[in-house]
């Protein structure tokens, strides 16, 4: 039997004796136990600071048009946006992509030589275009590239970005897509990196207010601190395969997803699939799975279809504006859903804490052929075992409450997507508490689950070996692979935390990682990079106050290999 902590003991009692009153008749009459007195009063947290505090919404040119773009198609899509309420649902950027500008006649530009929009295309240049869309109450997005020449063979910004961004900036530009080409000759990764972070600090100095979209079709972690979202994958395609190649592809990098700064699964192929005559119920069932994966894992919301007139069907409408789903992709918790469970095939349940005591989102997916049934436990969604309530996001309607399972029948390519409210876990307690005694509220992994009192192995869950650093061993901990995140519930209980970190002995050296320590947003501790030959790094904050303890391990800028990490003698203190 588990030993009781001093919350539990006091829950029990509080239990216990309410039990007695009960059966004693001393009641007022009501037979129903007490509400666990447990509450967050301490959520929802404000909205963060910054120019992409929630995933950005918006559309962009790419999907659907590809080349064949206009400044009449923009004004009319600005128009439509408005039209069709889907501004008001949320979206407000209008993004033109590649092909927008002239080709240079000697294919690379001259020292200085400006970027210029194509007469035949926008004939009185980009400046009206976003004054146009200003005036829709929207913003103007453009696309650009890092390299010579852009993906569809036209002039890039490389050497020039200064340049580019006081031109876009001047043009009343408010989001910049950047663009990977030319794949060949591959650049380096240095090259690359480089040359994102120049138009980055040019966008930065360029007096304007820009999002700053990267489209590396990769991730690399020197995008994190530079742009505001960055692609993961490579080119999505209007097909539910290439939906699921995307969210997996995604998922990888949960941890480093927050406010201003989000993994960008790619552009959405919603009303895509098919011409509207075509749309059967099961694309109609794909589209509403494929917004809620992106929803789920807070990724962008850019359109990708047509939204003109009867280009767009009003299911496709109605899908698009479903203000719950949105609302799971924009909570201002800002967490990226990760997979809580999967059967190993089709069948998986994502989840993320949302900004309010108790509230998680869930969606669980039936990747395959036929409709299946599929099951999660509040444990598996970091609630308190007990009984929760479950709303239907795409129903919008309640479902009453259930005991410790929910099941349901999820059709096939499809979701069930729910909002649950339960209990949180209790909060900490005790003058010591090991992080490995608690439940995580939140966890994402680079190697199988985080391991409690022992190493990461590899994939399978309790495969480690004893925690050790530089020969030391340690009996309490938590064994990650970079990247990772955990997130505890502290409630505002416990003053400090503590722990000895460092790259564990199991990889003979190798590997390198950063650790950090965020407390609501704020970075409390940052080691730099640590390698499997540097000290145990002692860690030791204050963390009076704090709502949401989040320990995230990076993979130290070059990639996964051996980032087997030890928060060894992780501790909280003081907790009330
Ligand atoms: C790349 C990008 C796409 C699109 C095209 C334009 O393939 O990944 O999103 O911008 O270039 O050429």
Same mark, same amino acid.
């Given at each position: 039997?588990?030993?009781?902590?001093?919350?539990?003991?006091r829950l %029990?009692?509080?239990?216990?004796?309410?039990?007695?009153? $009960?059966?004693?008749?001393?009641?007022?009459g009501?037979?129903?136990?007490?509400?666990?007195?447990?509450?967050?009063?301490?959520l929802?947290l404000p909205?963060a600071?910054g120019i992409?505090p929630t995933?950005?919404?918006?559309w962009?040119?790419?999907?659907?048009?590809?080349c064949?773009?206009s400044?009449?198609?923009?004004?009319?899509?600005?128009?439509?946006?408005v039209?069709?309420g889907?501004q008001?649902?949320?979206?407000?950027y209008?993004n033109i992509d590649?092909? #927008?500008s002239?080709k240079?006649?000697?294919?690379v530009?001259?020292?200085?030589? $400006?970027?210029?929009?194509?007469?035949a295309?926008?004939?009185n240049g980009?400046?009206?275009?976003a004054?146009y869309v200003h005036?829709?109450?929207?913003?103007?997005?453009?696309?650009?590239d890092?390299?010579?020449?852009?993906c569809?063979?036209f002039?890039?910004?490389e050497g020039?970005?200064?340049?580019?961004?006081t031109?876009?900036?001047?043009?009343?530009?408010?989001?910049?897509? &950047?663009d990977?080409?030319p794949?060949?000759p591959?650049p380096?990764?240095?090259?690359?990196?480089?040359?994102?972070?120049?138009?980055?600090?040019?966008?930065?100095?360029?007096?304007?207010?820009?999002v700053?979209s990267?489209?590396a079709?990769?991730?690399y972690?020197w995008?994190?601190s530079?742009g505001?979202?960055w692609?993961?994958?490579?080119?999505?395609?209007?097909t539910w395969?290439?939906?699921v190649?995307?969210?997996?592809?995604?998922?990888?990098?949960?941890?480093?997803?927050?406010p201003?700064?989000?993994?960008?699964?790619?552009?959405?192929?919603i009303?895509?699939?098919?011409?509207?005559?075509q749309e059967t119920?099961?694309?109609?069932?794909q589209?509403q %799975?494929?917004?809620?994966?992106w929803?789920?894992m807070?990724?962008?919301l850019?359109?990708?279809n047509?939204l003109?007139?009867?280009?767009?069907s009003? %299911?496709?409408r109605a899908?698009?504006t479903?203000?719950?789903?949105?609302?799971l992709?924009?909570d201002?918790?800002?967490y990226?859903?990760v997979?809580v469970w999967?059967?190993?095939g089709d069948l998986?349940? #994502?989840?993320?804490?949302?900004?309010?005591s108790?509230?998680?989102?869930?969606?669980?997916l039936?990747a395959?052929?036929a409709p299946?049934?599929v099951?999660?436990?509040l444990?598996?969604?970091?609630?308190?075992d007990g009984?929760?309530?479950?709303?239907?996001? #795409?129903?919008?309607?309640?479902?009453?409450?259930?005991?410790?399972?929910?099941t349901?029948?999820?059709?096939?390519?499809?979701?069930v997507?729910?909002?649950?409210?339960?209990?949180?876990p209790?909060?900490?307690s005790?003058?010591?508490?090991?992080?490995s005694d608690?439940e995580w509220? &939140? $966890?994402?992994?680079?190697?199988?689950p985080?391991?409690?009192?022992?190493?990461?192995?590899?994939?399978?869950?309790?495969d480690?070996t004893?925690?050790?650093?530089?020969?030391?061993?340690?009996?309490?901990?938590?064994?990650? $692979?970079?990247?990772?995140v955990?997130?505890f519930?502290?409630?505002?209980?416990?003053?400090?935390?503590?722990a000895?970190?460092?790259v564990?002995?199991a990889?003979?050296g190798?590997g390198?990682?950063?650790f950090q320590?965020?407390a609501?947003?704020t970075?409390?501790f940052d080691s730099g990079?640590?390698?499997?030959m540097s000290?145990?790094?002692p860690?030791?904050?204050?963390?009076?106050g704090v709502r949401?303890?989040?320990?995230l391990?990076?993979?130290?800028?070059?990639?996964?290999?051996?980032?087997?990490?030890?928060?060894?003698?992780?501790?909280?203190?003081?907790?009330m």
């Amino acid at each position: 039997m588990k030993a009781l902590t001093p919350a539990s003991f006091r829950l %029990a009692t509080v239990l216990v004796v309410s039990a007695v009153i $009960a059966i004693l008749g001393c009641g007022s009459g009501s037979s129903s136990p007490p509400a666990p007195v447990d509450v967050d009063s301490d959520l929802p947290l404000p909205l963060a600071a910054g120019i992409a505090p929630t995933p950005p919404m918006g559309w962009n040119t790419w999907n659907t048009f590809s080349c064949n773009i206009s400044e009449k198609l923009i004004q009319q899509t600005a128009d439509a946006m408005v039209a069709t309420g889907m501004q008001a649902a949320g979206y407000q950027y209008i993004n033109i992509d590649d092909c #927008w500008s002239t080709k240079d006649a000697t294919g690379v530009r001259a020292d200085g030589e $400006a970027l210029v929009p194509d007469p035949a295309k926008f004939p009185n240049g980009i400046g009206p275009v976003a004054d146009y869309v200003h005036a829709d109450g929207l913003k103007l997005g453009i696309y650009a590239d890092r390299g010579t020449l852009t993906c569809g063979g036209f002039p890039g910004s490389e050497g020039h970005e200064v340049q580019d961004a006081t031109t876009f900036a001047g043009w009343g530009v408010d989001y910049v897509k &950047y663009d990977n080409c030319p794949p060949s000759p591959t650049p380096s990764a240095a090259e690359q990196e480089s040359e994102y972070q120049a138009m980055g600090a040019a966008l930065a100095a360029s007096g304007r207010a820009i999002v700053y979209s990267l489209c590396a079709w990769n991730f690399y972690e020197w995008g994190v601190s530079l742009g505001n979202l960055w692609r993961t994958t490579t080119d999505i395609k209007p097909t539910w395969d290439s939906v699921v190649a995307n969210l997996q592809t995604n998922q990888a990098f949960a941890a480093y997803a927050g406010p201003n700064g989000w993994n960008d699964a790619d552009m959405l192929e919603i009303g895509n699939f098919t011409t509207p005559d075509q749309e059967t119920p099961d694309i109609l069932t794909q589209y509403q %799975a494929h917004f809620s994966l992106w929803a789920i894992m807070a990724a962008p919301l850019i359109l990708g279809n047509d939204l003109r007139g009867s280009q767009m069907s009003a %299911a496709v409408r109605a899908i698009l504006t479903n203000p719950e789903i949105i609302a799971l992709d924009q909570d201002a918790f800002g967490y990226q859903g990760v997979q809580v469970w999967t059967d190993g095939g089709d069948l998986s349940v #994502w989840a993320k804490p949302l900004n309010a005591s108790g509230a998680r989102g869930v969606v669980m997916l039936n990747a395959g052929a036929a409709p299946a049934d599929v099951t999660f436990d509040l444990s598996q969604i970091g609630l308190r075992d007990g009984s929760a309530t479950a709303r239907d996001l #795409w129903a919008q309607a309640d479902l009453g409450s259930f005991k410790q399972t929910f099941t349901r029948t999820v059709p096939a390519t499809g979701v069930v997507a729910l909002r649950v409210n339960g209990v949180e876990p209790l909060r900490p307690s005790g003058t010591q508490v090991y992080l490995s005694d608690l439940e995580w509220t &939140y $966890a994402s992994n680079g190697l199988g689950p985080i391991e409690k009192d022992e190493s990461n192995g590899a994939s399978d869950p309790g495969d480690g070996t004893p925690l050790s650093l530089r020969g030391t061993g340690f009996t309490k901990g938590l064994g990650v $692979a970079g990247p990772s995140v955990a997130v505890f519930r502290l409630a505002q209980s416990c003053s400090t935390f503590s722990a000895q970190v460092g790259v564990d002995d199991a990889t003979k050296g190798g590997g390198s990682v950063v650790f950090q320590v965020w407390a609501d947003g704020t970075k409390l501790f940052d080691s730099g990079v640590v390698t499997g030959m540097s000290a145990a790094m002692p860690v030791n904050v204050d963390v009076t106050g704090v709502r949401r303890l989040k320990l995230l391990v990076t993979n130290g800028g070059d990639g996964a290999s051996l980032d087997r990490a030890d928060w060894a003698d992780a501790q909280l203190g003081n907790c009330m």
